[in-house]
């Protein structure tokens, strides 16, 4: 382990505080990073409105970059305390623990309330939010829970080196403030599909990751939203959210730290309840796999142009459409060809972006006559899969005029 030189490292706070300790027998490591990049980083509504009042001090929180080898000692320490404190805590708690995770929790929780209803019964919850709670843990409190936990008090001095000299300070447009002791507070770096994966409020997110499709794929905003992760090869949000909440049934099932392990739901009573337990079925294959089982399925049984996209080189695979190594402009002529969604003039007539609809061939410029138009170089539909030489010559000559 080699300490940089202030020559050697940008940010050299963060990587030159390494030092050679000993504690009991074993040598150990002992790092002392320092909090404190020069500025502030304002915290962000969890409720979406946007960010907080800039202007309120309370708003902002120190930037903490942690080097590598800080990040490592880390893990180790982690693997020797894990055994120790994780038969001393409640089962109750999910958060960092090997095995358990806050998704977990929101489906016992979820769960709870589904089967309030289907018994007839109301479910009350007092929800407490801590502010600022890994920002005002006390070091002394916290090292003296863990010794009482481990009993080792070698550990403890190696935990609480971890946490002392540690500074930081603000600066607010030209002016700095003094550096300051940082006496509370840890350093500190989930998505629970499974938990909310049926509620209504998804389609705002997937409303979002839609034009994301249509960014990687170049494809107007006109573009059926099936086609557009079947060329951006990305299964679609409500299958990757299905597959999330059939590896967390499986891990129900077979994970006795799991919070539902061993839960039996009460009889169906109200068609309109679908609890997690009642409607998941398990994983019984790996997570891709069964994305791509449940994506093919879905092609074929709810879309009617299944075939004619399928000829056109639209497949429903978590890989990207053929001819992305071209270029991503000819990718994107001939991802938009596939589609037969693109500026022709007879679109731009219909979206009442132009009076003309007359391609320079004397035809009308509809998607169908951009393949067979006299001016361009000419190929068919299927073409467009491979791609072949002649839809790559089609899509090149009608990029920039389409």
Request: with cysteine; net charge positive; aromatic share 8%.
């Amino acid at each position: 382990m080699t300490v940089l030189s202030s020559e050697q490292s940008e940010y050299p706070e963060y990587n030159s505080p390494l030092h050679y300790g000993k504690y009991s027998s074993h040598p150990w490591f002992i790092l002392r990073p320092v909090s404190g990049h020069p500025g502030l980083k304002p915290n962000s509504l969890l409720e979406g409105c946007g960010p907080e009042d800039p202007s309120s001090p309370k708003n902002y929180r120190p930037i903490s970059l942690l080097c590598i080898t800080y990040k490592l000692y880390e893990r180790l320490l982690l693997q020797r305390l894990m055994p120790l404190i994780d038969t001393k805590l409640t089962k109750d708690q999910a958060g960092f623990r090997p095995g358990r995770s806050c998704a977990g929790q929101l489906l016992n929780l979820t769960q709870h309330i589904e089967d309030g209803f289907e018994g007839k019964q109301i479910t009350g919850a007092a929800f407490i939010d801590l502010s600022a709670a890994y920002d005002t843990v006390q070091h002394r409190t916290m090292v003296r829970k863990l010794l009482d936990m481990t009993g080792d008090l070698n550990l403890c001095q190696v935990i609480k080196s971890l946490l002392n000299n540690r500074r930081f300070y603000v600066q607010l447009n030209d002016q700095r403030s003094k550096w300051k002791a940082q006496k509370n507070g840890l350093p500190q770096a989930e998505y629970a599909c499974s938990s909310w994966s049926r509620s209504r409020h998804t389609k705002l997110v997937d409303t979002a990751l839609n034009d994301t499709c249509r960014i990687i794929t170049g494809c107007v905003k006109t573009t059926p939203v099936p086609c557009l992760y079947a060329l951006a090869g990305i299964s679609p949000p409500h299958i990757r959210r299905l597959g999330i909440a059939q590896d967390e049934r499986k891990t129900q099932e077979t994970d006795i730290r799991h919070p539902l392990h061993g839960h039996v739901a009460p009889p169906h009573r109200l068609r309109s309840r679908a609890s997690f337990v009642q409607t998941v079925l398990p994983l019984q294959t790996t997570k891709q796999a069964a994305r791509t089982n449940i994506w093919e399925d879905e092609w074929q049984i709810n879309y009617t142009r299944a075939l004619e996209w399928l000829d056109r080189g639209i497949t429903p695979t978590e890989s990207l459409a053929s001819g992305h190594d071209l270029g991503w402009t000819t990718w994107k002529s001939l991802n938009r060809l596939r589609v037969e969604q693109w500026r022709c003039k007879a679109l731009m007539k219909v979206w009442s972006y132009t009076t003309e609809d007359t391609c320079s061939c004397g035809s009308v410029q509809a998607m169908s006559h951009l393949l067979e138009c006299a001016d361009a170089p000419r190929c068919s539909p299927e073409d467009l899969a491979e791609p072949t030489p002649s839809a790559v010559a089609c899509a090149r000559y009608w990029q920039n005029d389409i």
